[in-house]
């Protein structure tokens, strides 16, 4: 072999080895950083993702923060629109309470007359009914039993007709009645059975006969007034008399004259009246009475009740509890 040949030989070989070297450095240098720009962008790509998908939550987090405060805020306004709602009830029961208070206004500033007709029932109950009916007028009826016998189906009436039933006393007889606390209880007691039986009323007021003032009573009439509050019942006395009792029997005429007359000194008339078979003349006159009181125009005519101011001749005397 020649010199020539040989660094030839030589000079390939040494060709050979640059042209691995660089290729080996191109692979060497080059593919890491192939590697690493794929490597980069699928980084970025899914940092990029990444940050959509975090958008994503963000957008849902805001959606349902959003649909939270919407219900909220609904389910305020509803239970504002509740609130209203009722205010507004307040607000219509108290307008339906309001008329109520004027009217108890109105009604309190007219004088209170209430008719009452002792010792019936009578023959003439269904007259004075008939004109109470006609006026629209309802009055008190302080009953007794003895004539109730006679005429049993008029206490039903003068209740059913809207009347009120109180009590006079069982026998109306003042010496046995009087006689002791334990007859006048025991005639009472009779009464309000007698009164419960036929009506199925619990009679609760009374008028003493003679009023709670008598003087012919043998018992203490203070004690009397005492027991029968315990009993739970309240007495009335009167402060118009209509004179109807007195002997010779007045007229119709005078008997108007004697209740109207009393009107004016009176915010509270209690017109003591009777209804007995001789007393035609109070028949005669409740018409003219009644058209007289109404006339006025300041005076309401009601039946007792328990708003009713009674008017006592004698207070009842209390022990000390
Ligand atoms: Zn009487």
């Given at each position: 072999m020649s010199d020539d040949n040989l660094s030839v030989s030589r000079r390939k070989r040494v060709n050979f080895i640059k042209g691995f070297l660089v290729t080996l450095f191109l692979v060497m240098i080059i593919t890491p950083l192939i590697i690493s720009t794929t490597a980069l962008i699928y980084v970025t790509r899914l940092d990029k993702k990444v940050d959509e998908l975090s958008d994503q939550v963000s957008k849902l987090e805001l959606t349902y923060m959003l649909k939270s405060s919407a219900d909220e805020a609904l389910d305020s306004m509803i239970a504002d629109r509740s609130d209203q709602v009722i205010k507004e009830e307040d607000l219509l029961s108290n307008q339906a309470a309001e008329p109520v208070k004027e009217a108890q206004i109105e009604e309190s500033s007219n004088k209170k007359v209430y008719l009452t007709f002792d010792?019936?029932?009578?023959?003439?109950t269904e007259k004075i009914l008939d004109i109470l009916d006609e006026y629209d007028v309802k009055a008190t009826f302080f009953v007794t039993g003895y004539q109730a016998q006679k005429h049993p189906e008029w206490y039903k009436e003068i209740a059913d007709r809207g009347h009120t039933i109180g009590m006079h006393?069982?026998?109306?007889v003042y010496r046995d009645i009087y006689s002791s606390n334990e007859s006048f209880t025991a005639d009472i007691d009779r009464l309000s059975t007698y009164i419960k039986e036929t009506t199925g009323i619990e009679a609760r007021y009374l008028r003493f006969p003679g009023g709670s003032s008598n003087s012919v009573s043998s018992v203490a009439m203070s004690d009397l007034c005492a027991l029968m509050h315990e009993k739970g019942y309240e007495y009335f006395d009167w402060n118009?008399?209509?004179?109807?009792?007195?002997?010779p029997a007045p007229s119709a005429a005078t008997i108007t004259a004697n209740v109207l007359s009393g009107i004016d000194a009176h915010e509270t008339a209690i017109v003591l009246m009777h209804d007995a078979a001789e007393k035609n003349a109070t028949v005669a006159a409740l018409p003219g009475i009644i058209e007289g009181i109404k006339a006025r125009g300041d005076c309401d005519i009601l039946p007792i009740d328990d708003d009713t101011q009674p008017v006592q001749h004698l207070s009842p005397v209390f022990e000390e509890e």
């Open positions: 010792d019936g029932p009578s023959s003439n006393s069982y026998s109306h118009i008399s209509s004179q109807d009792a007195t002997s």
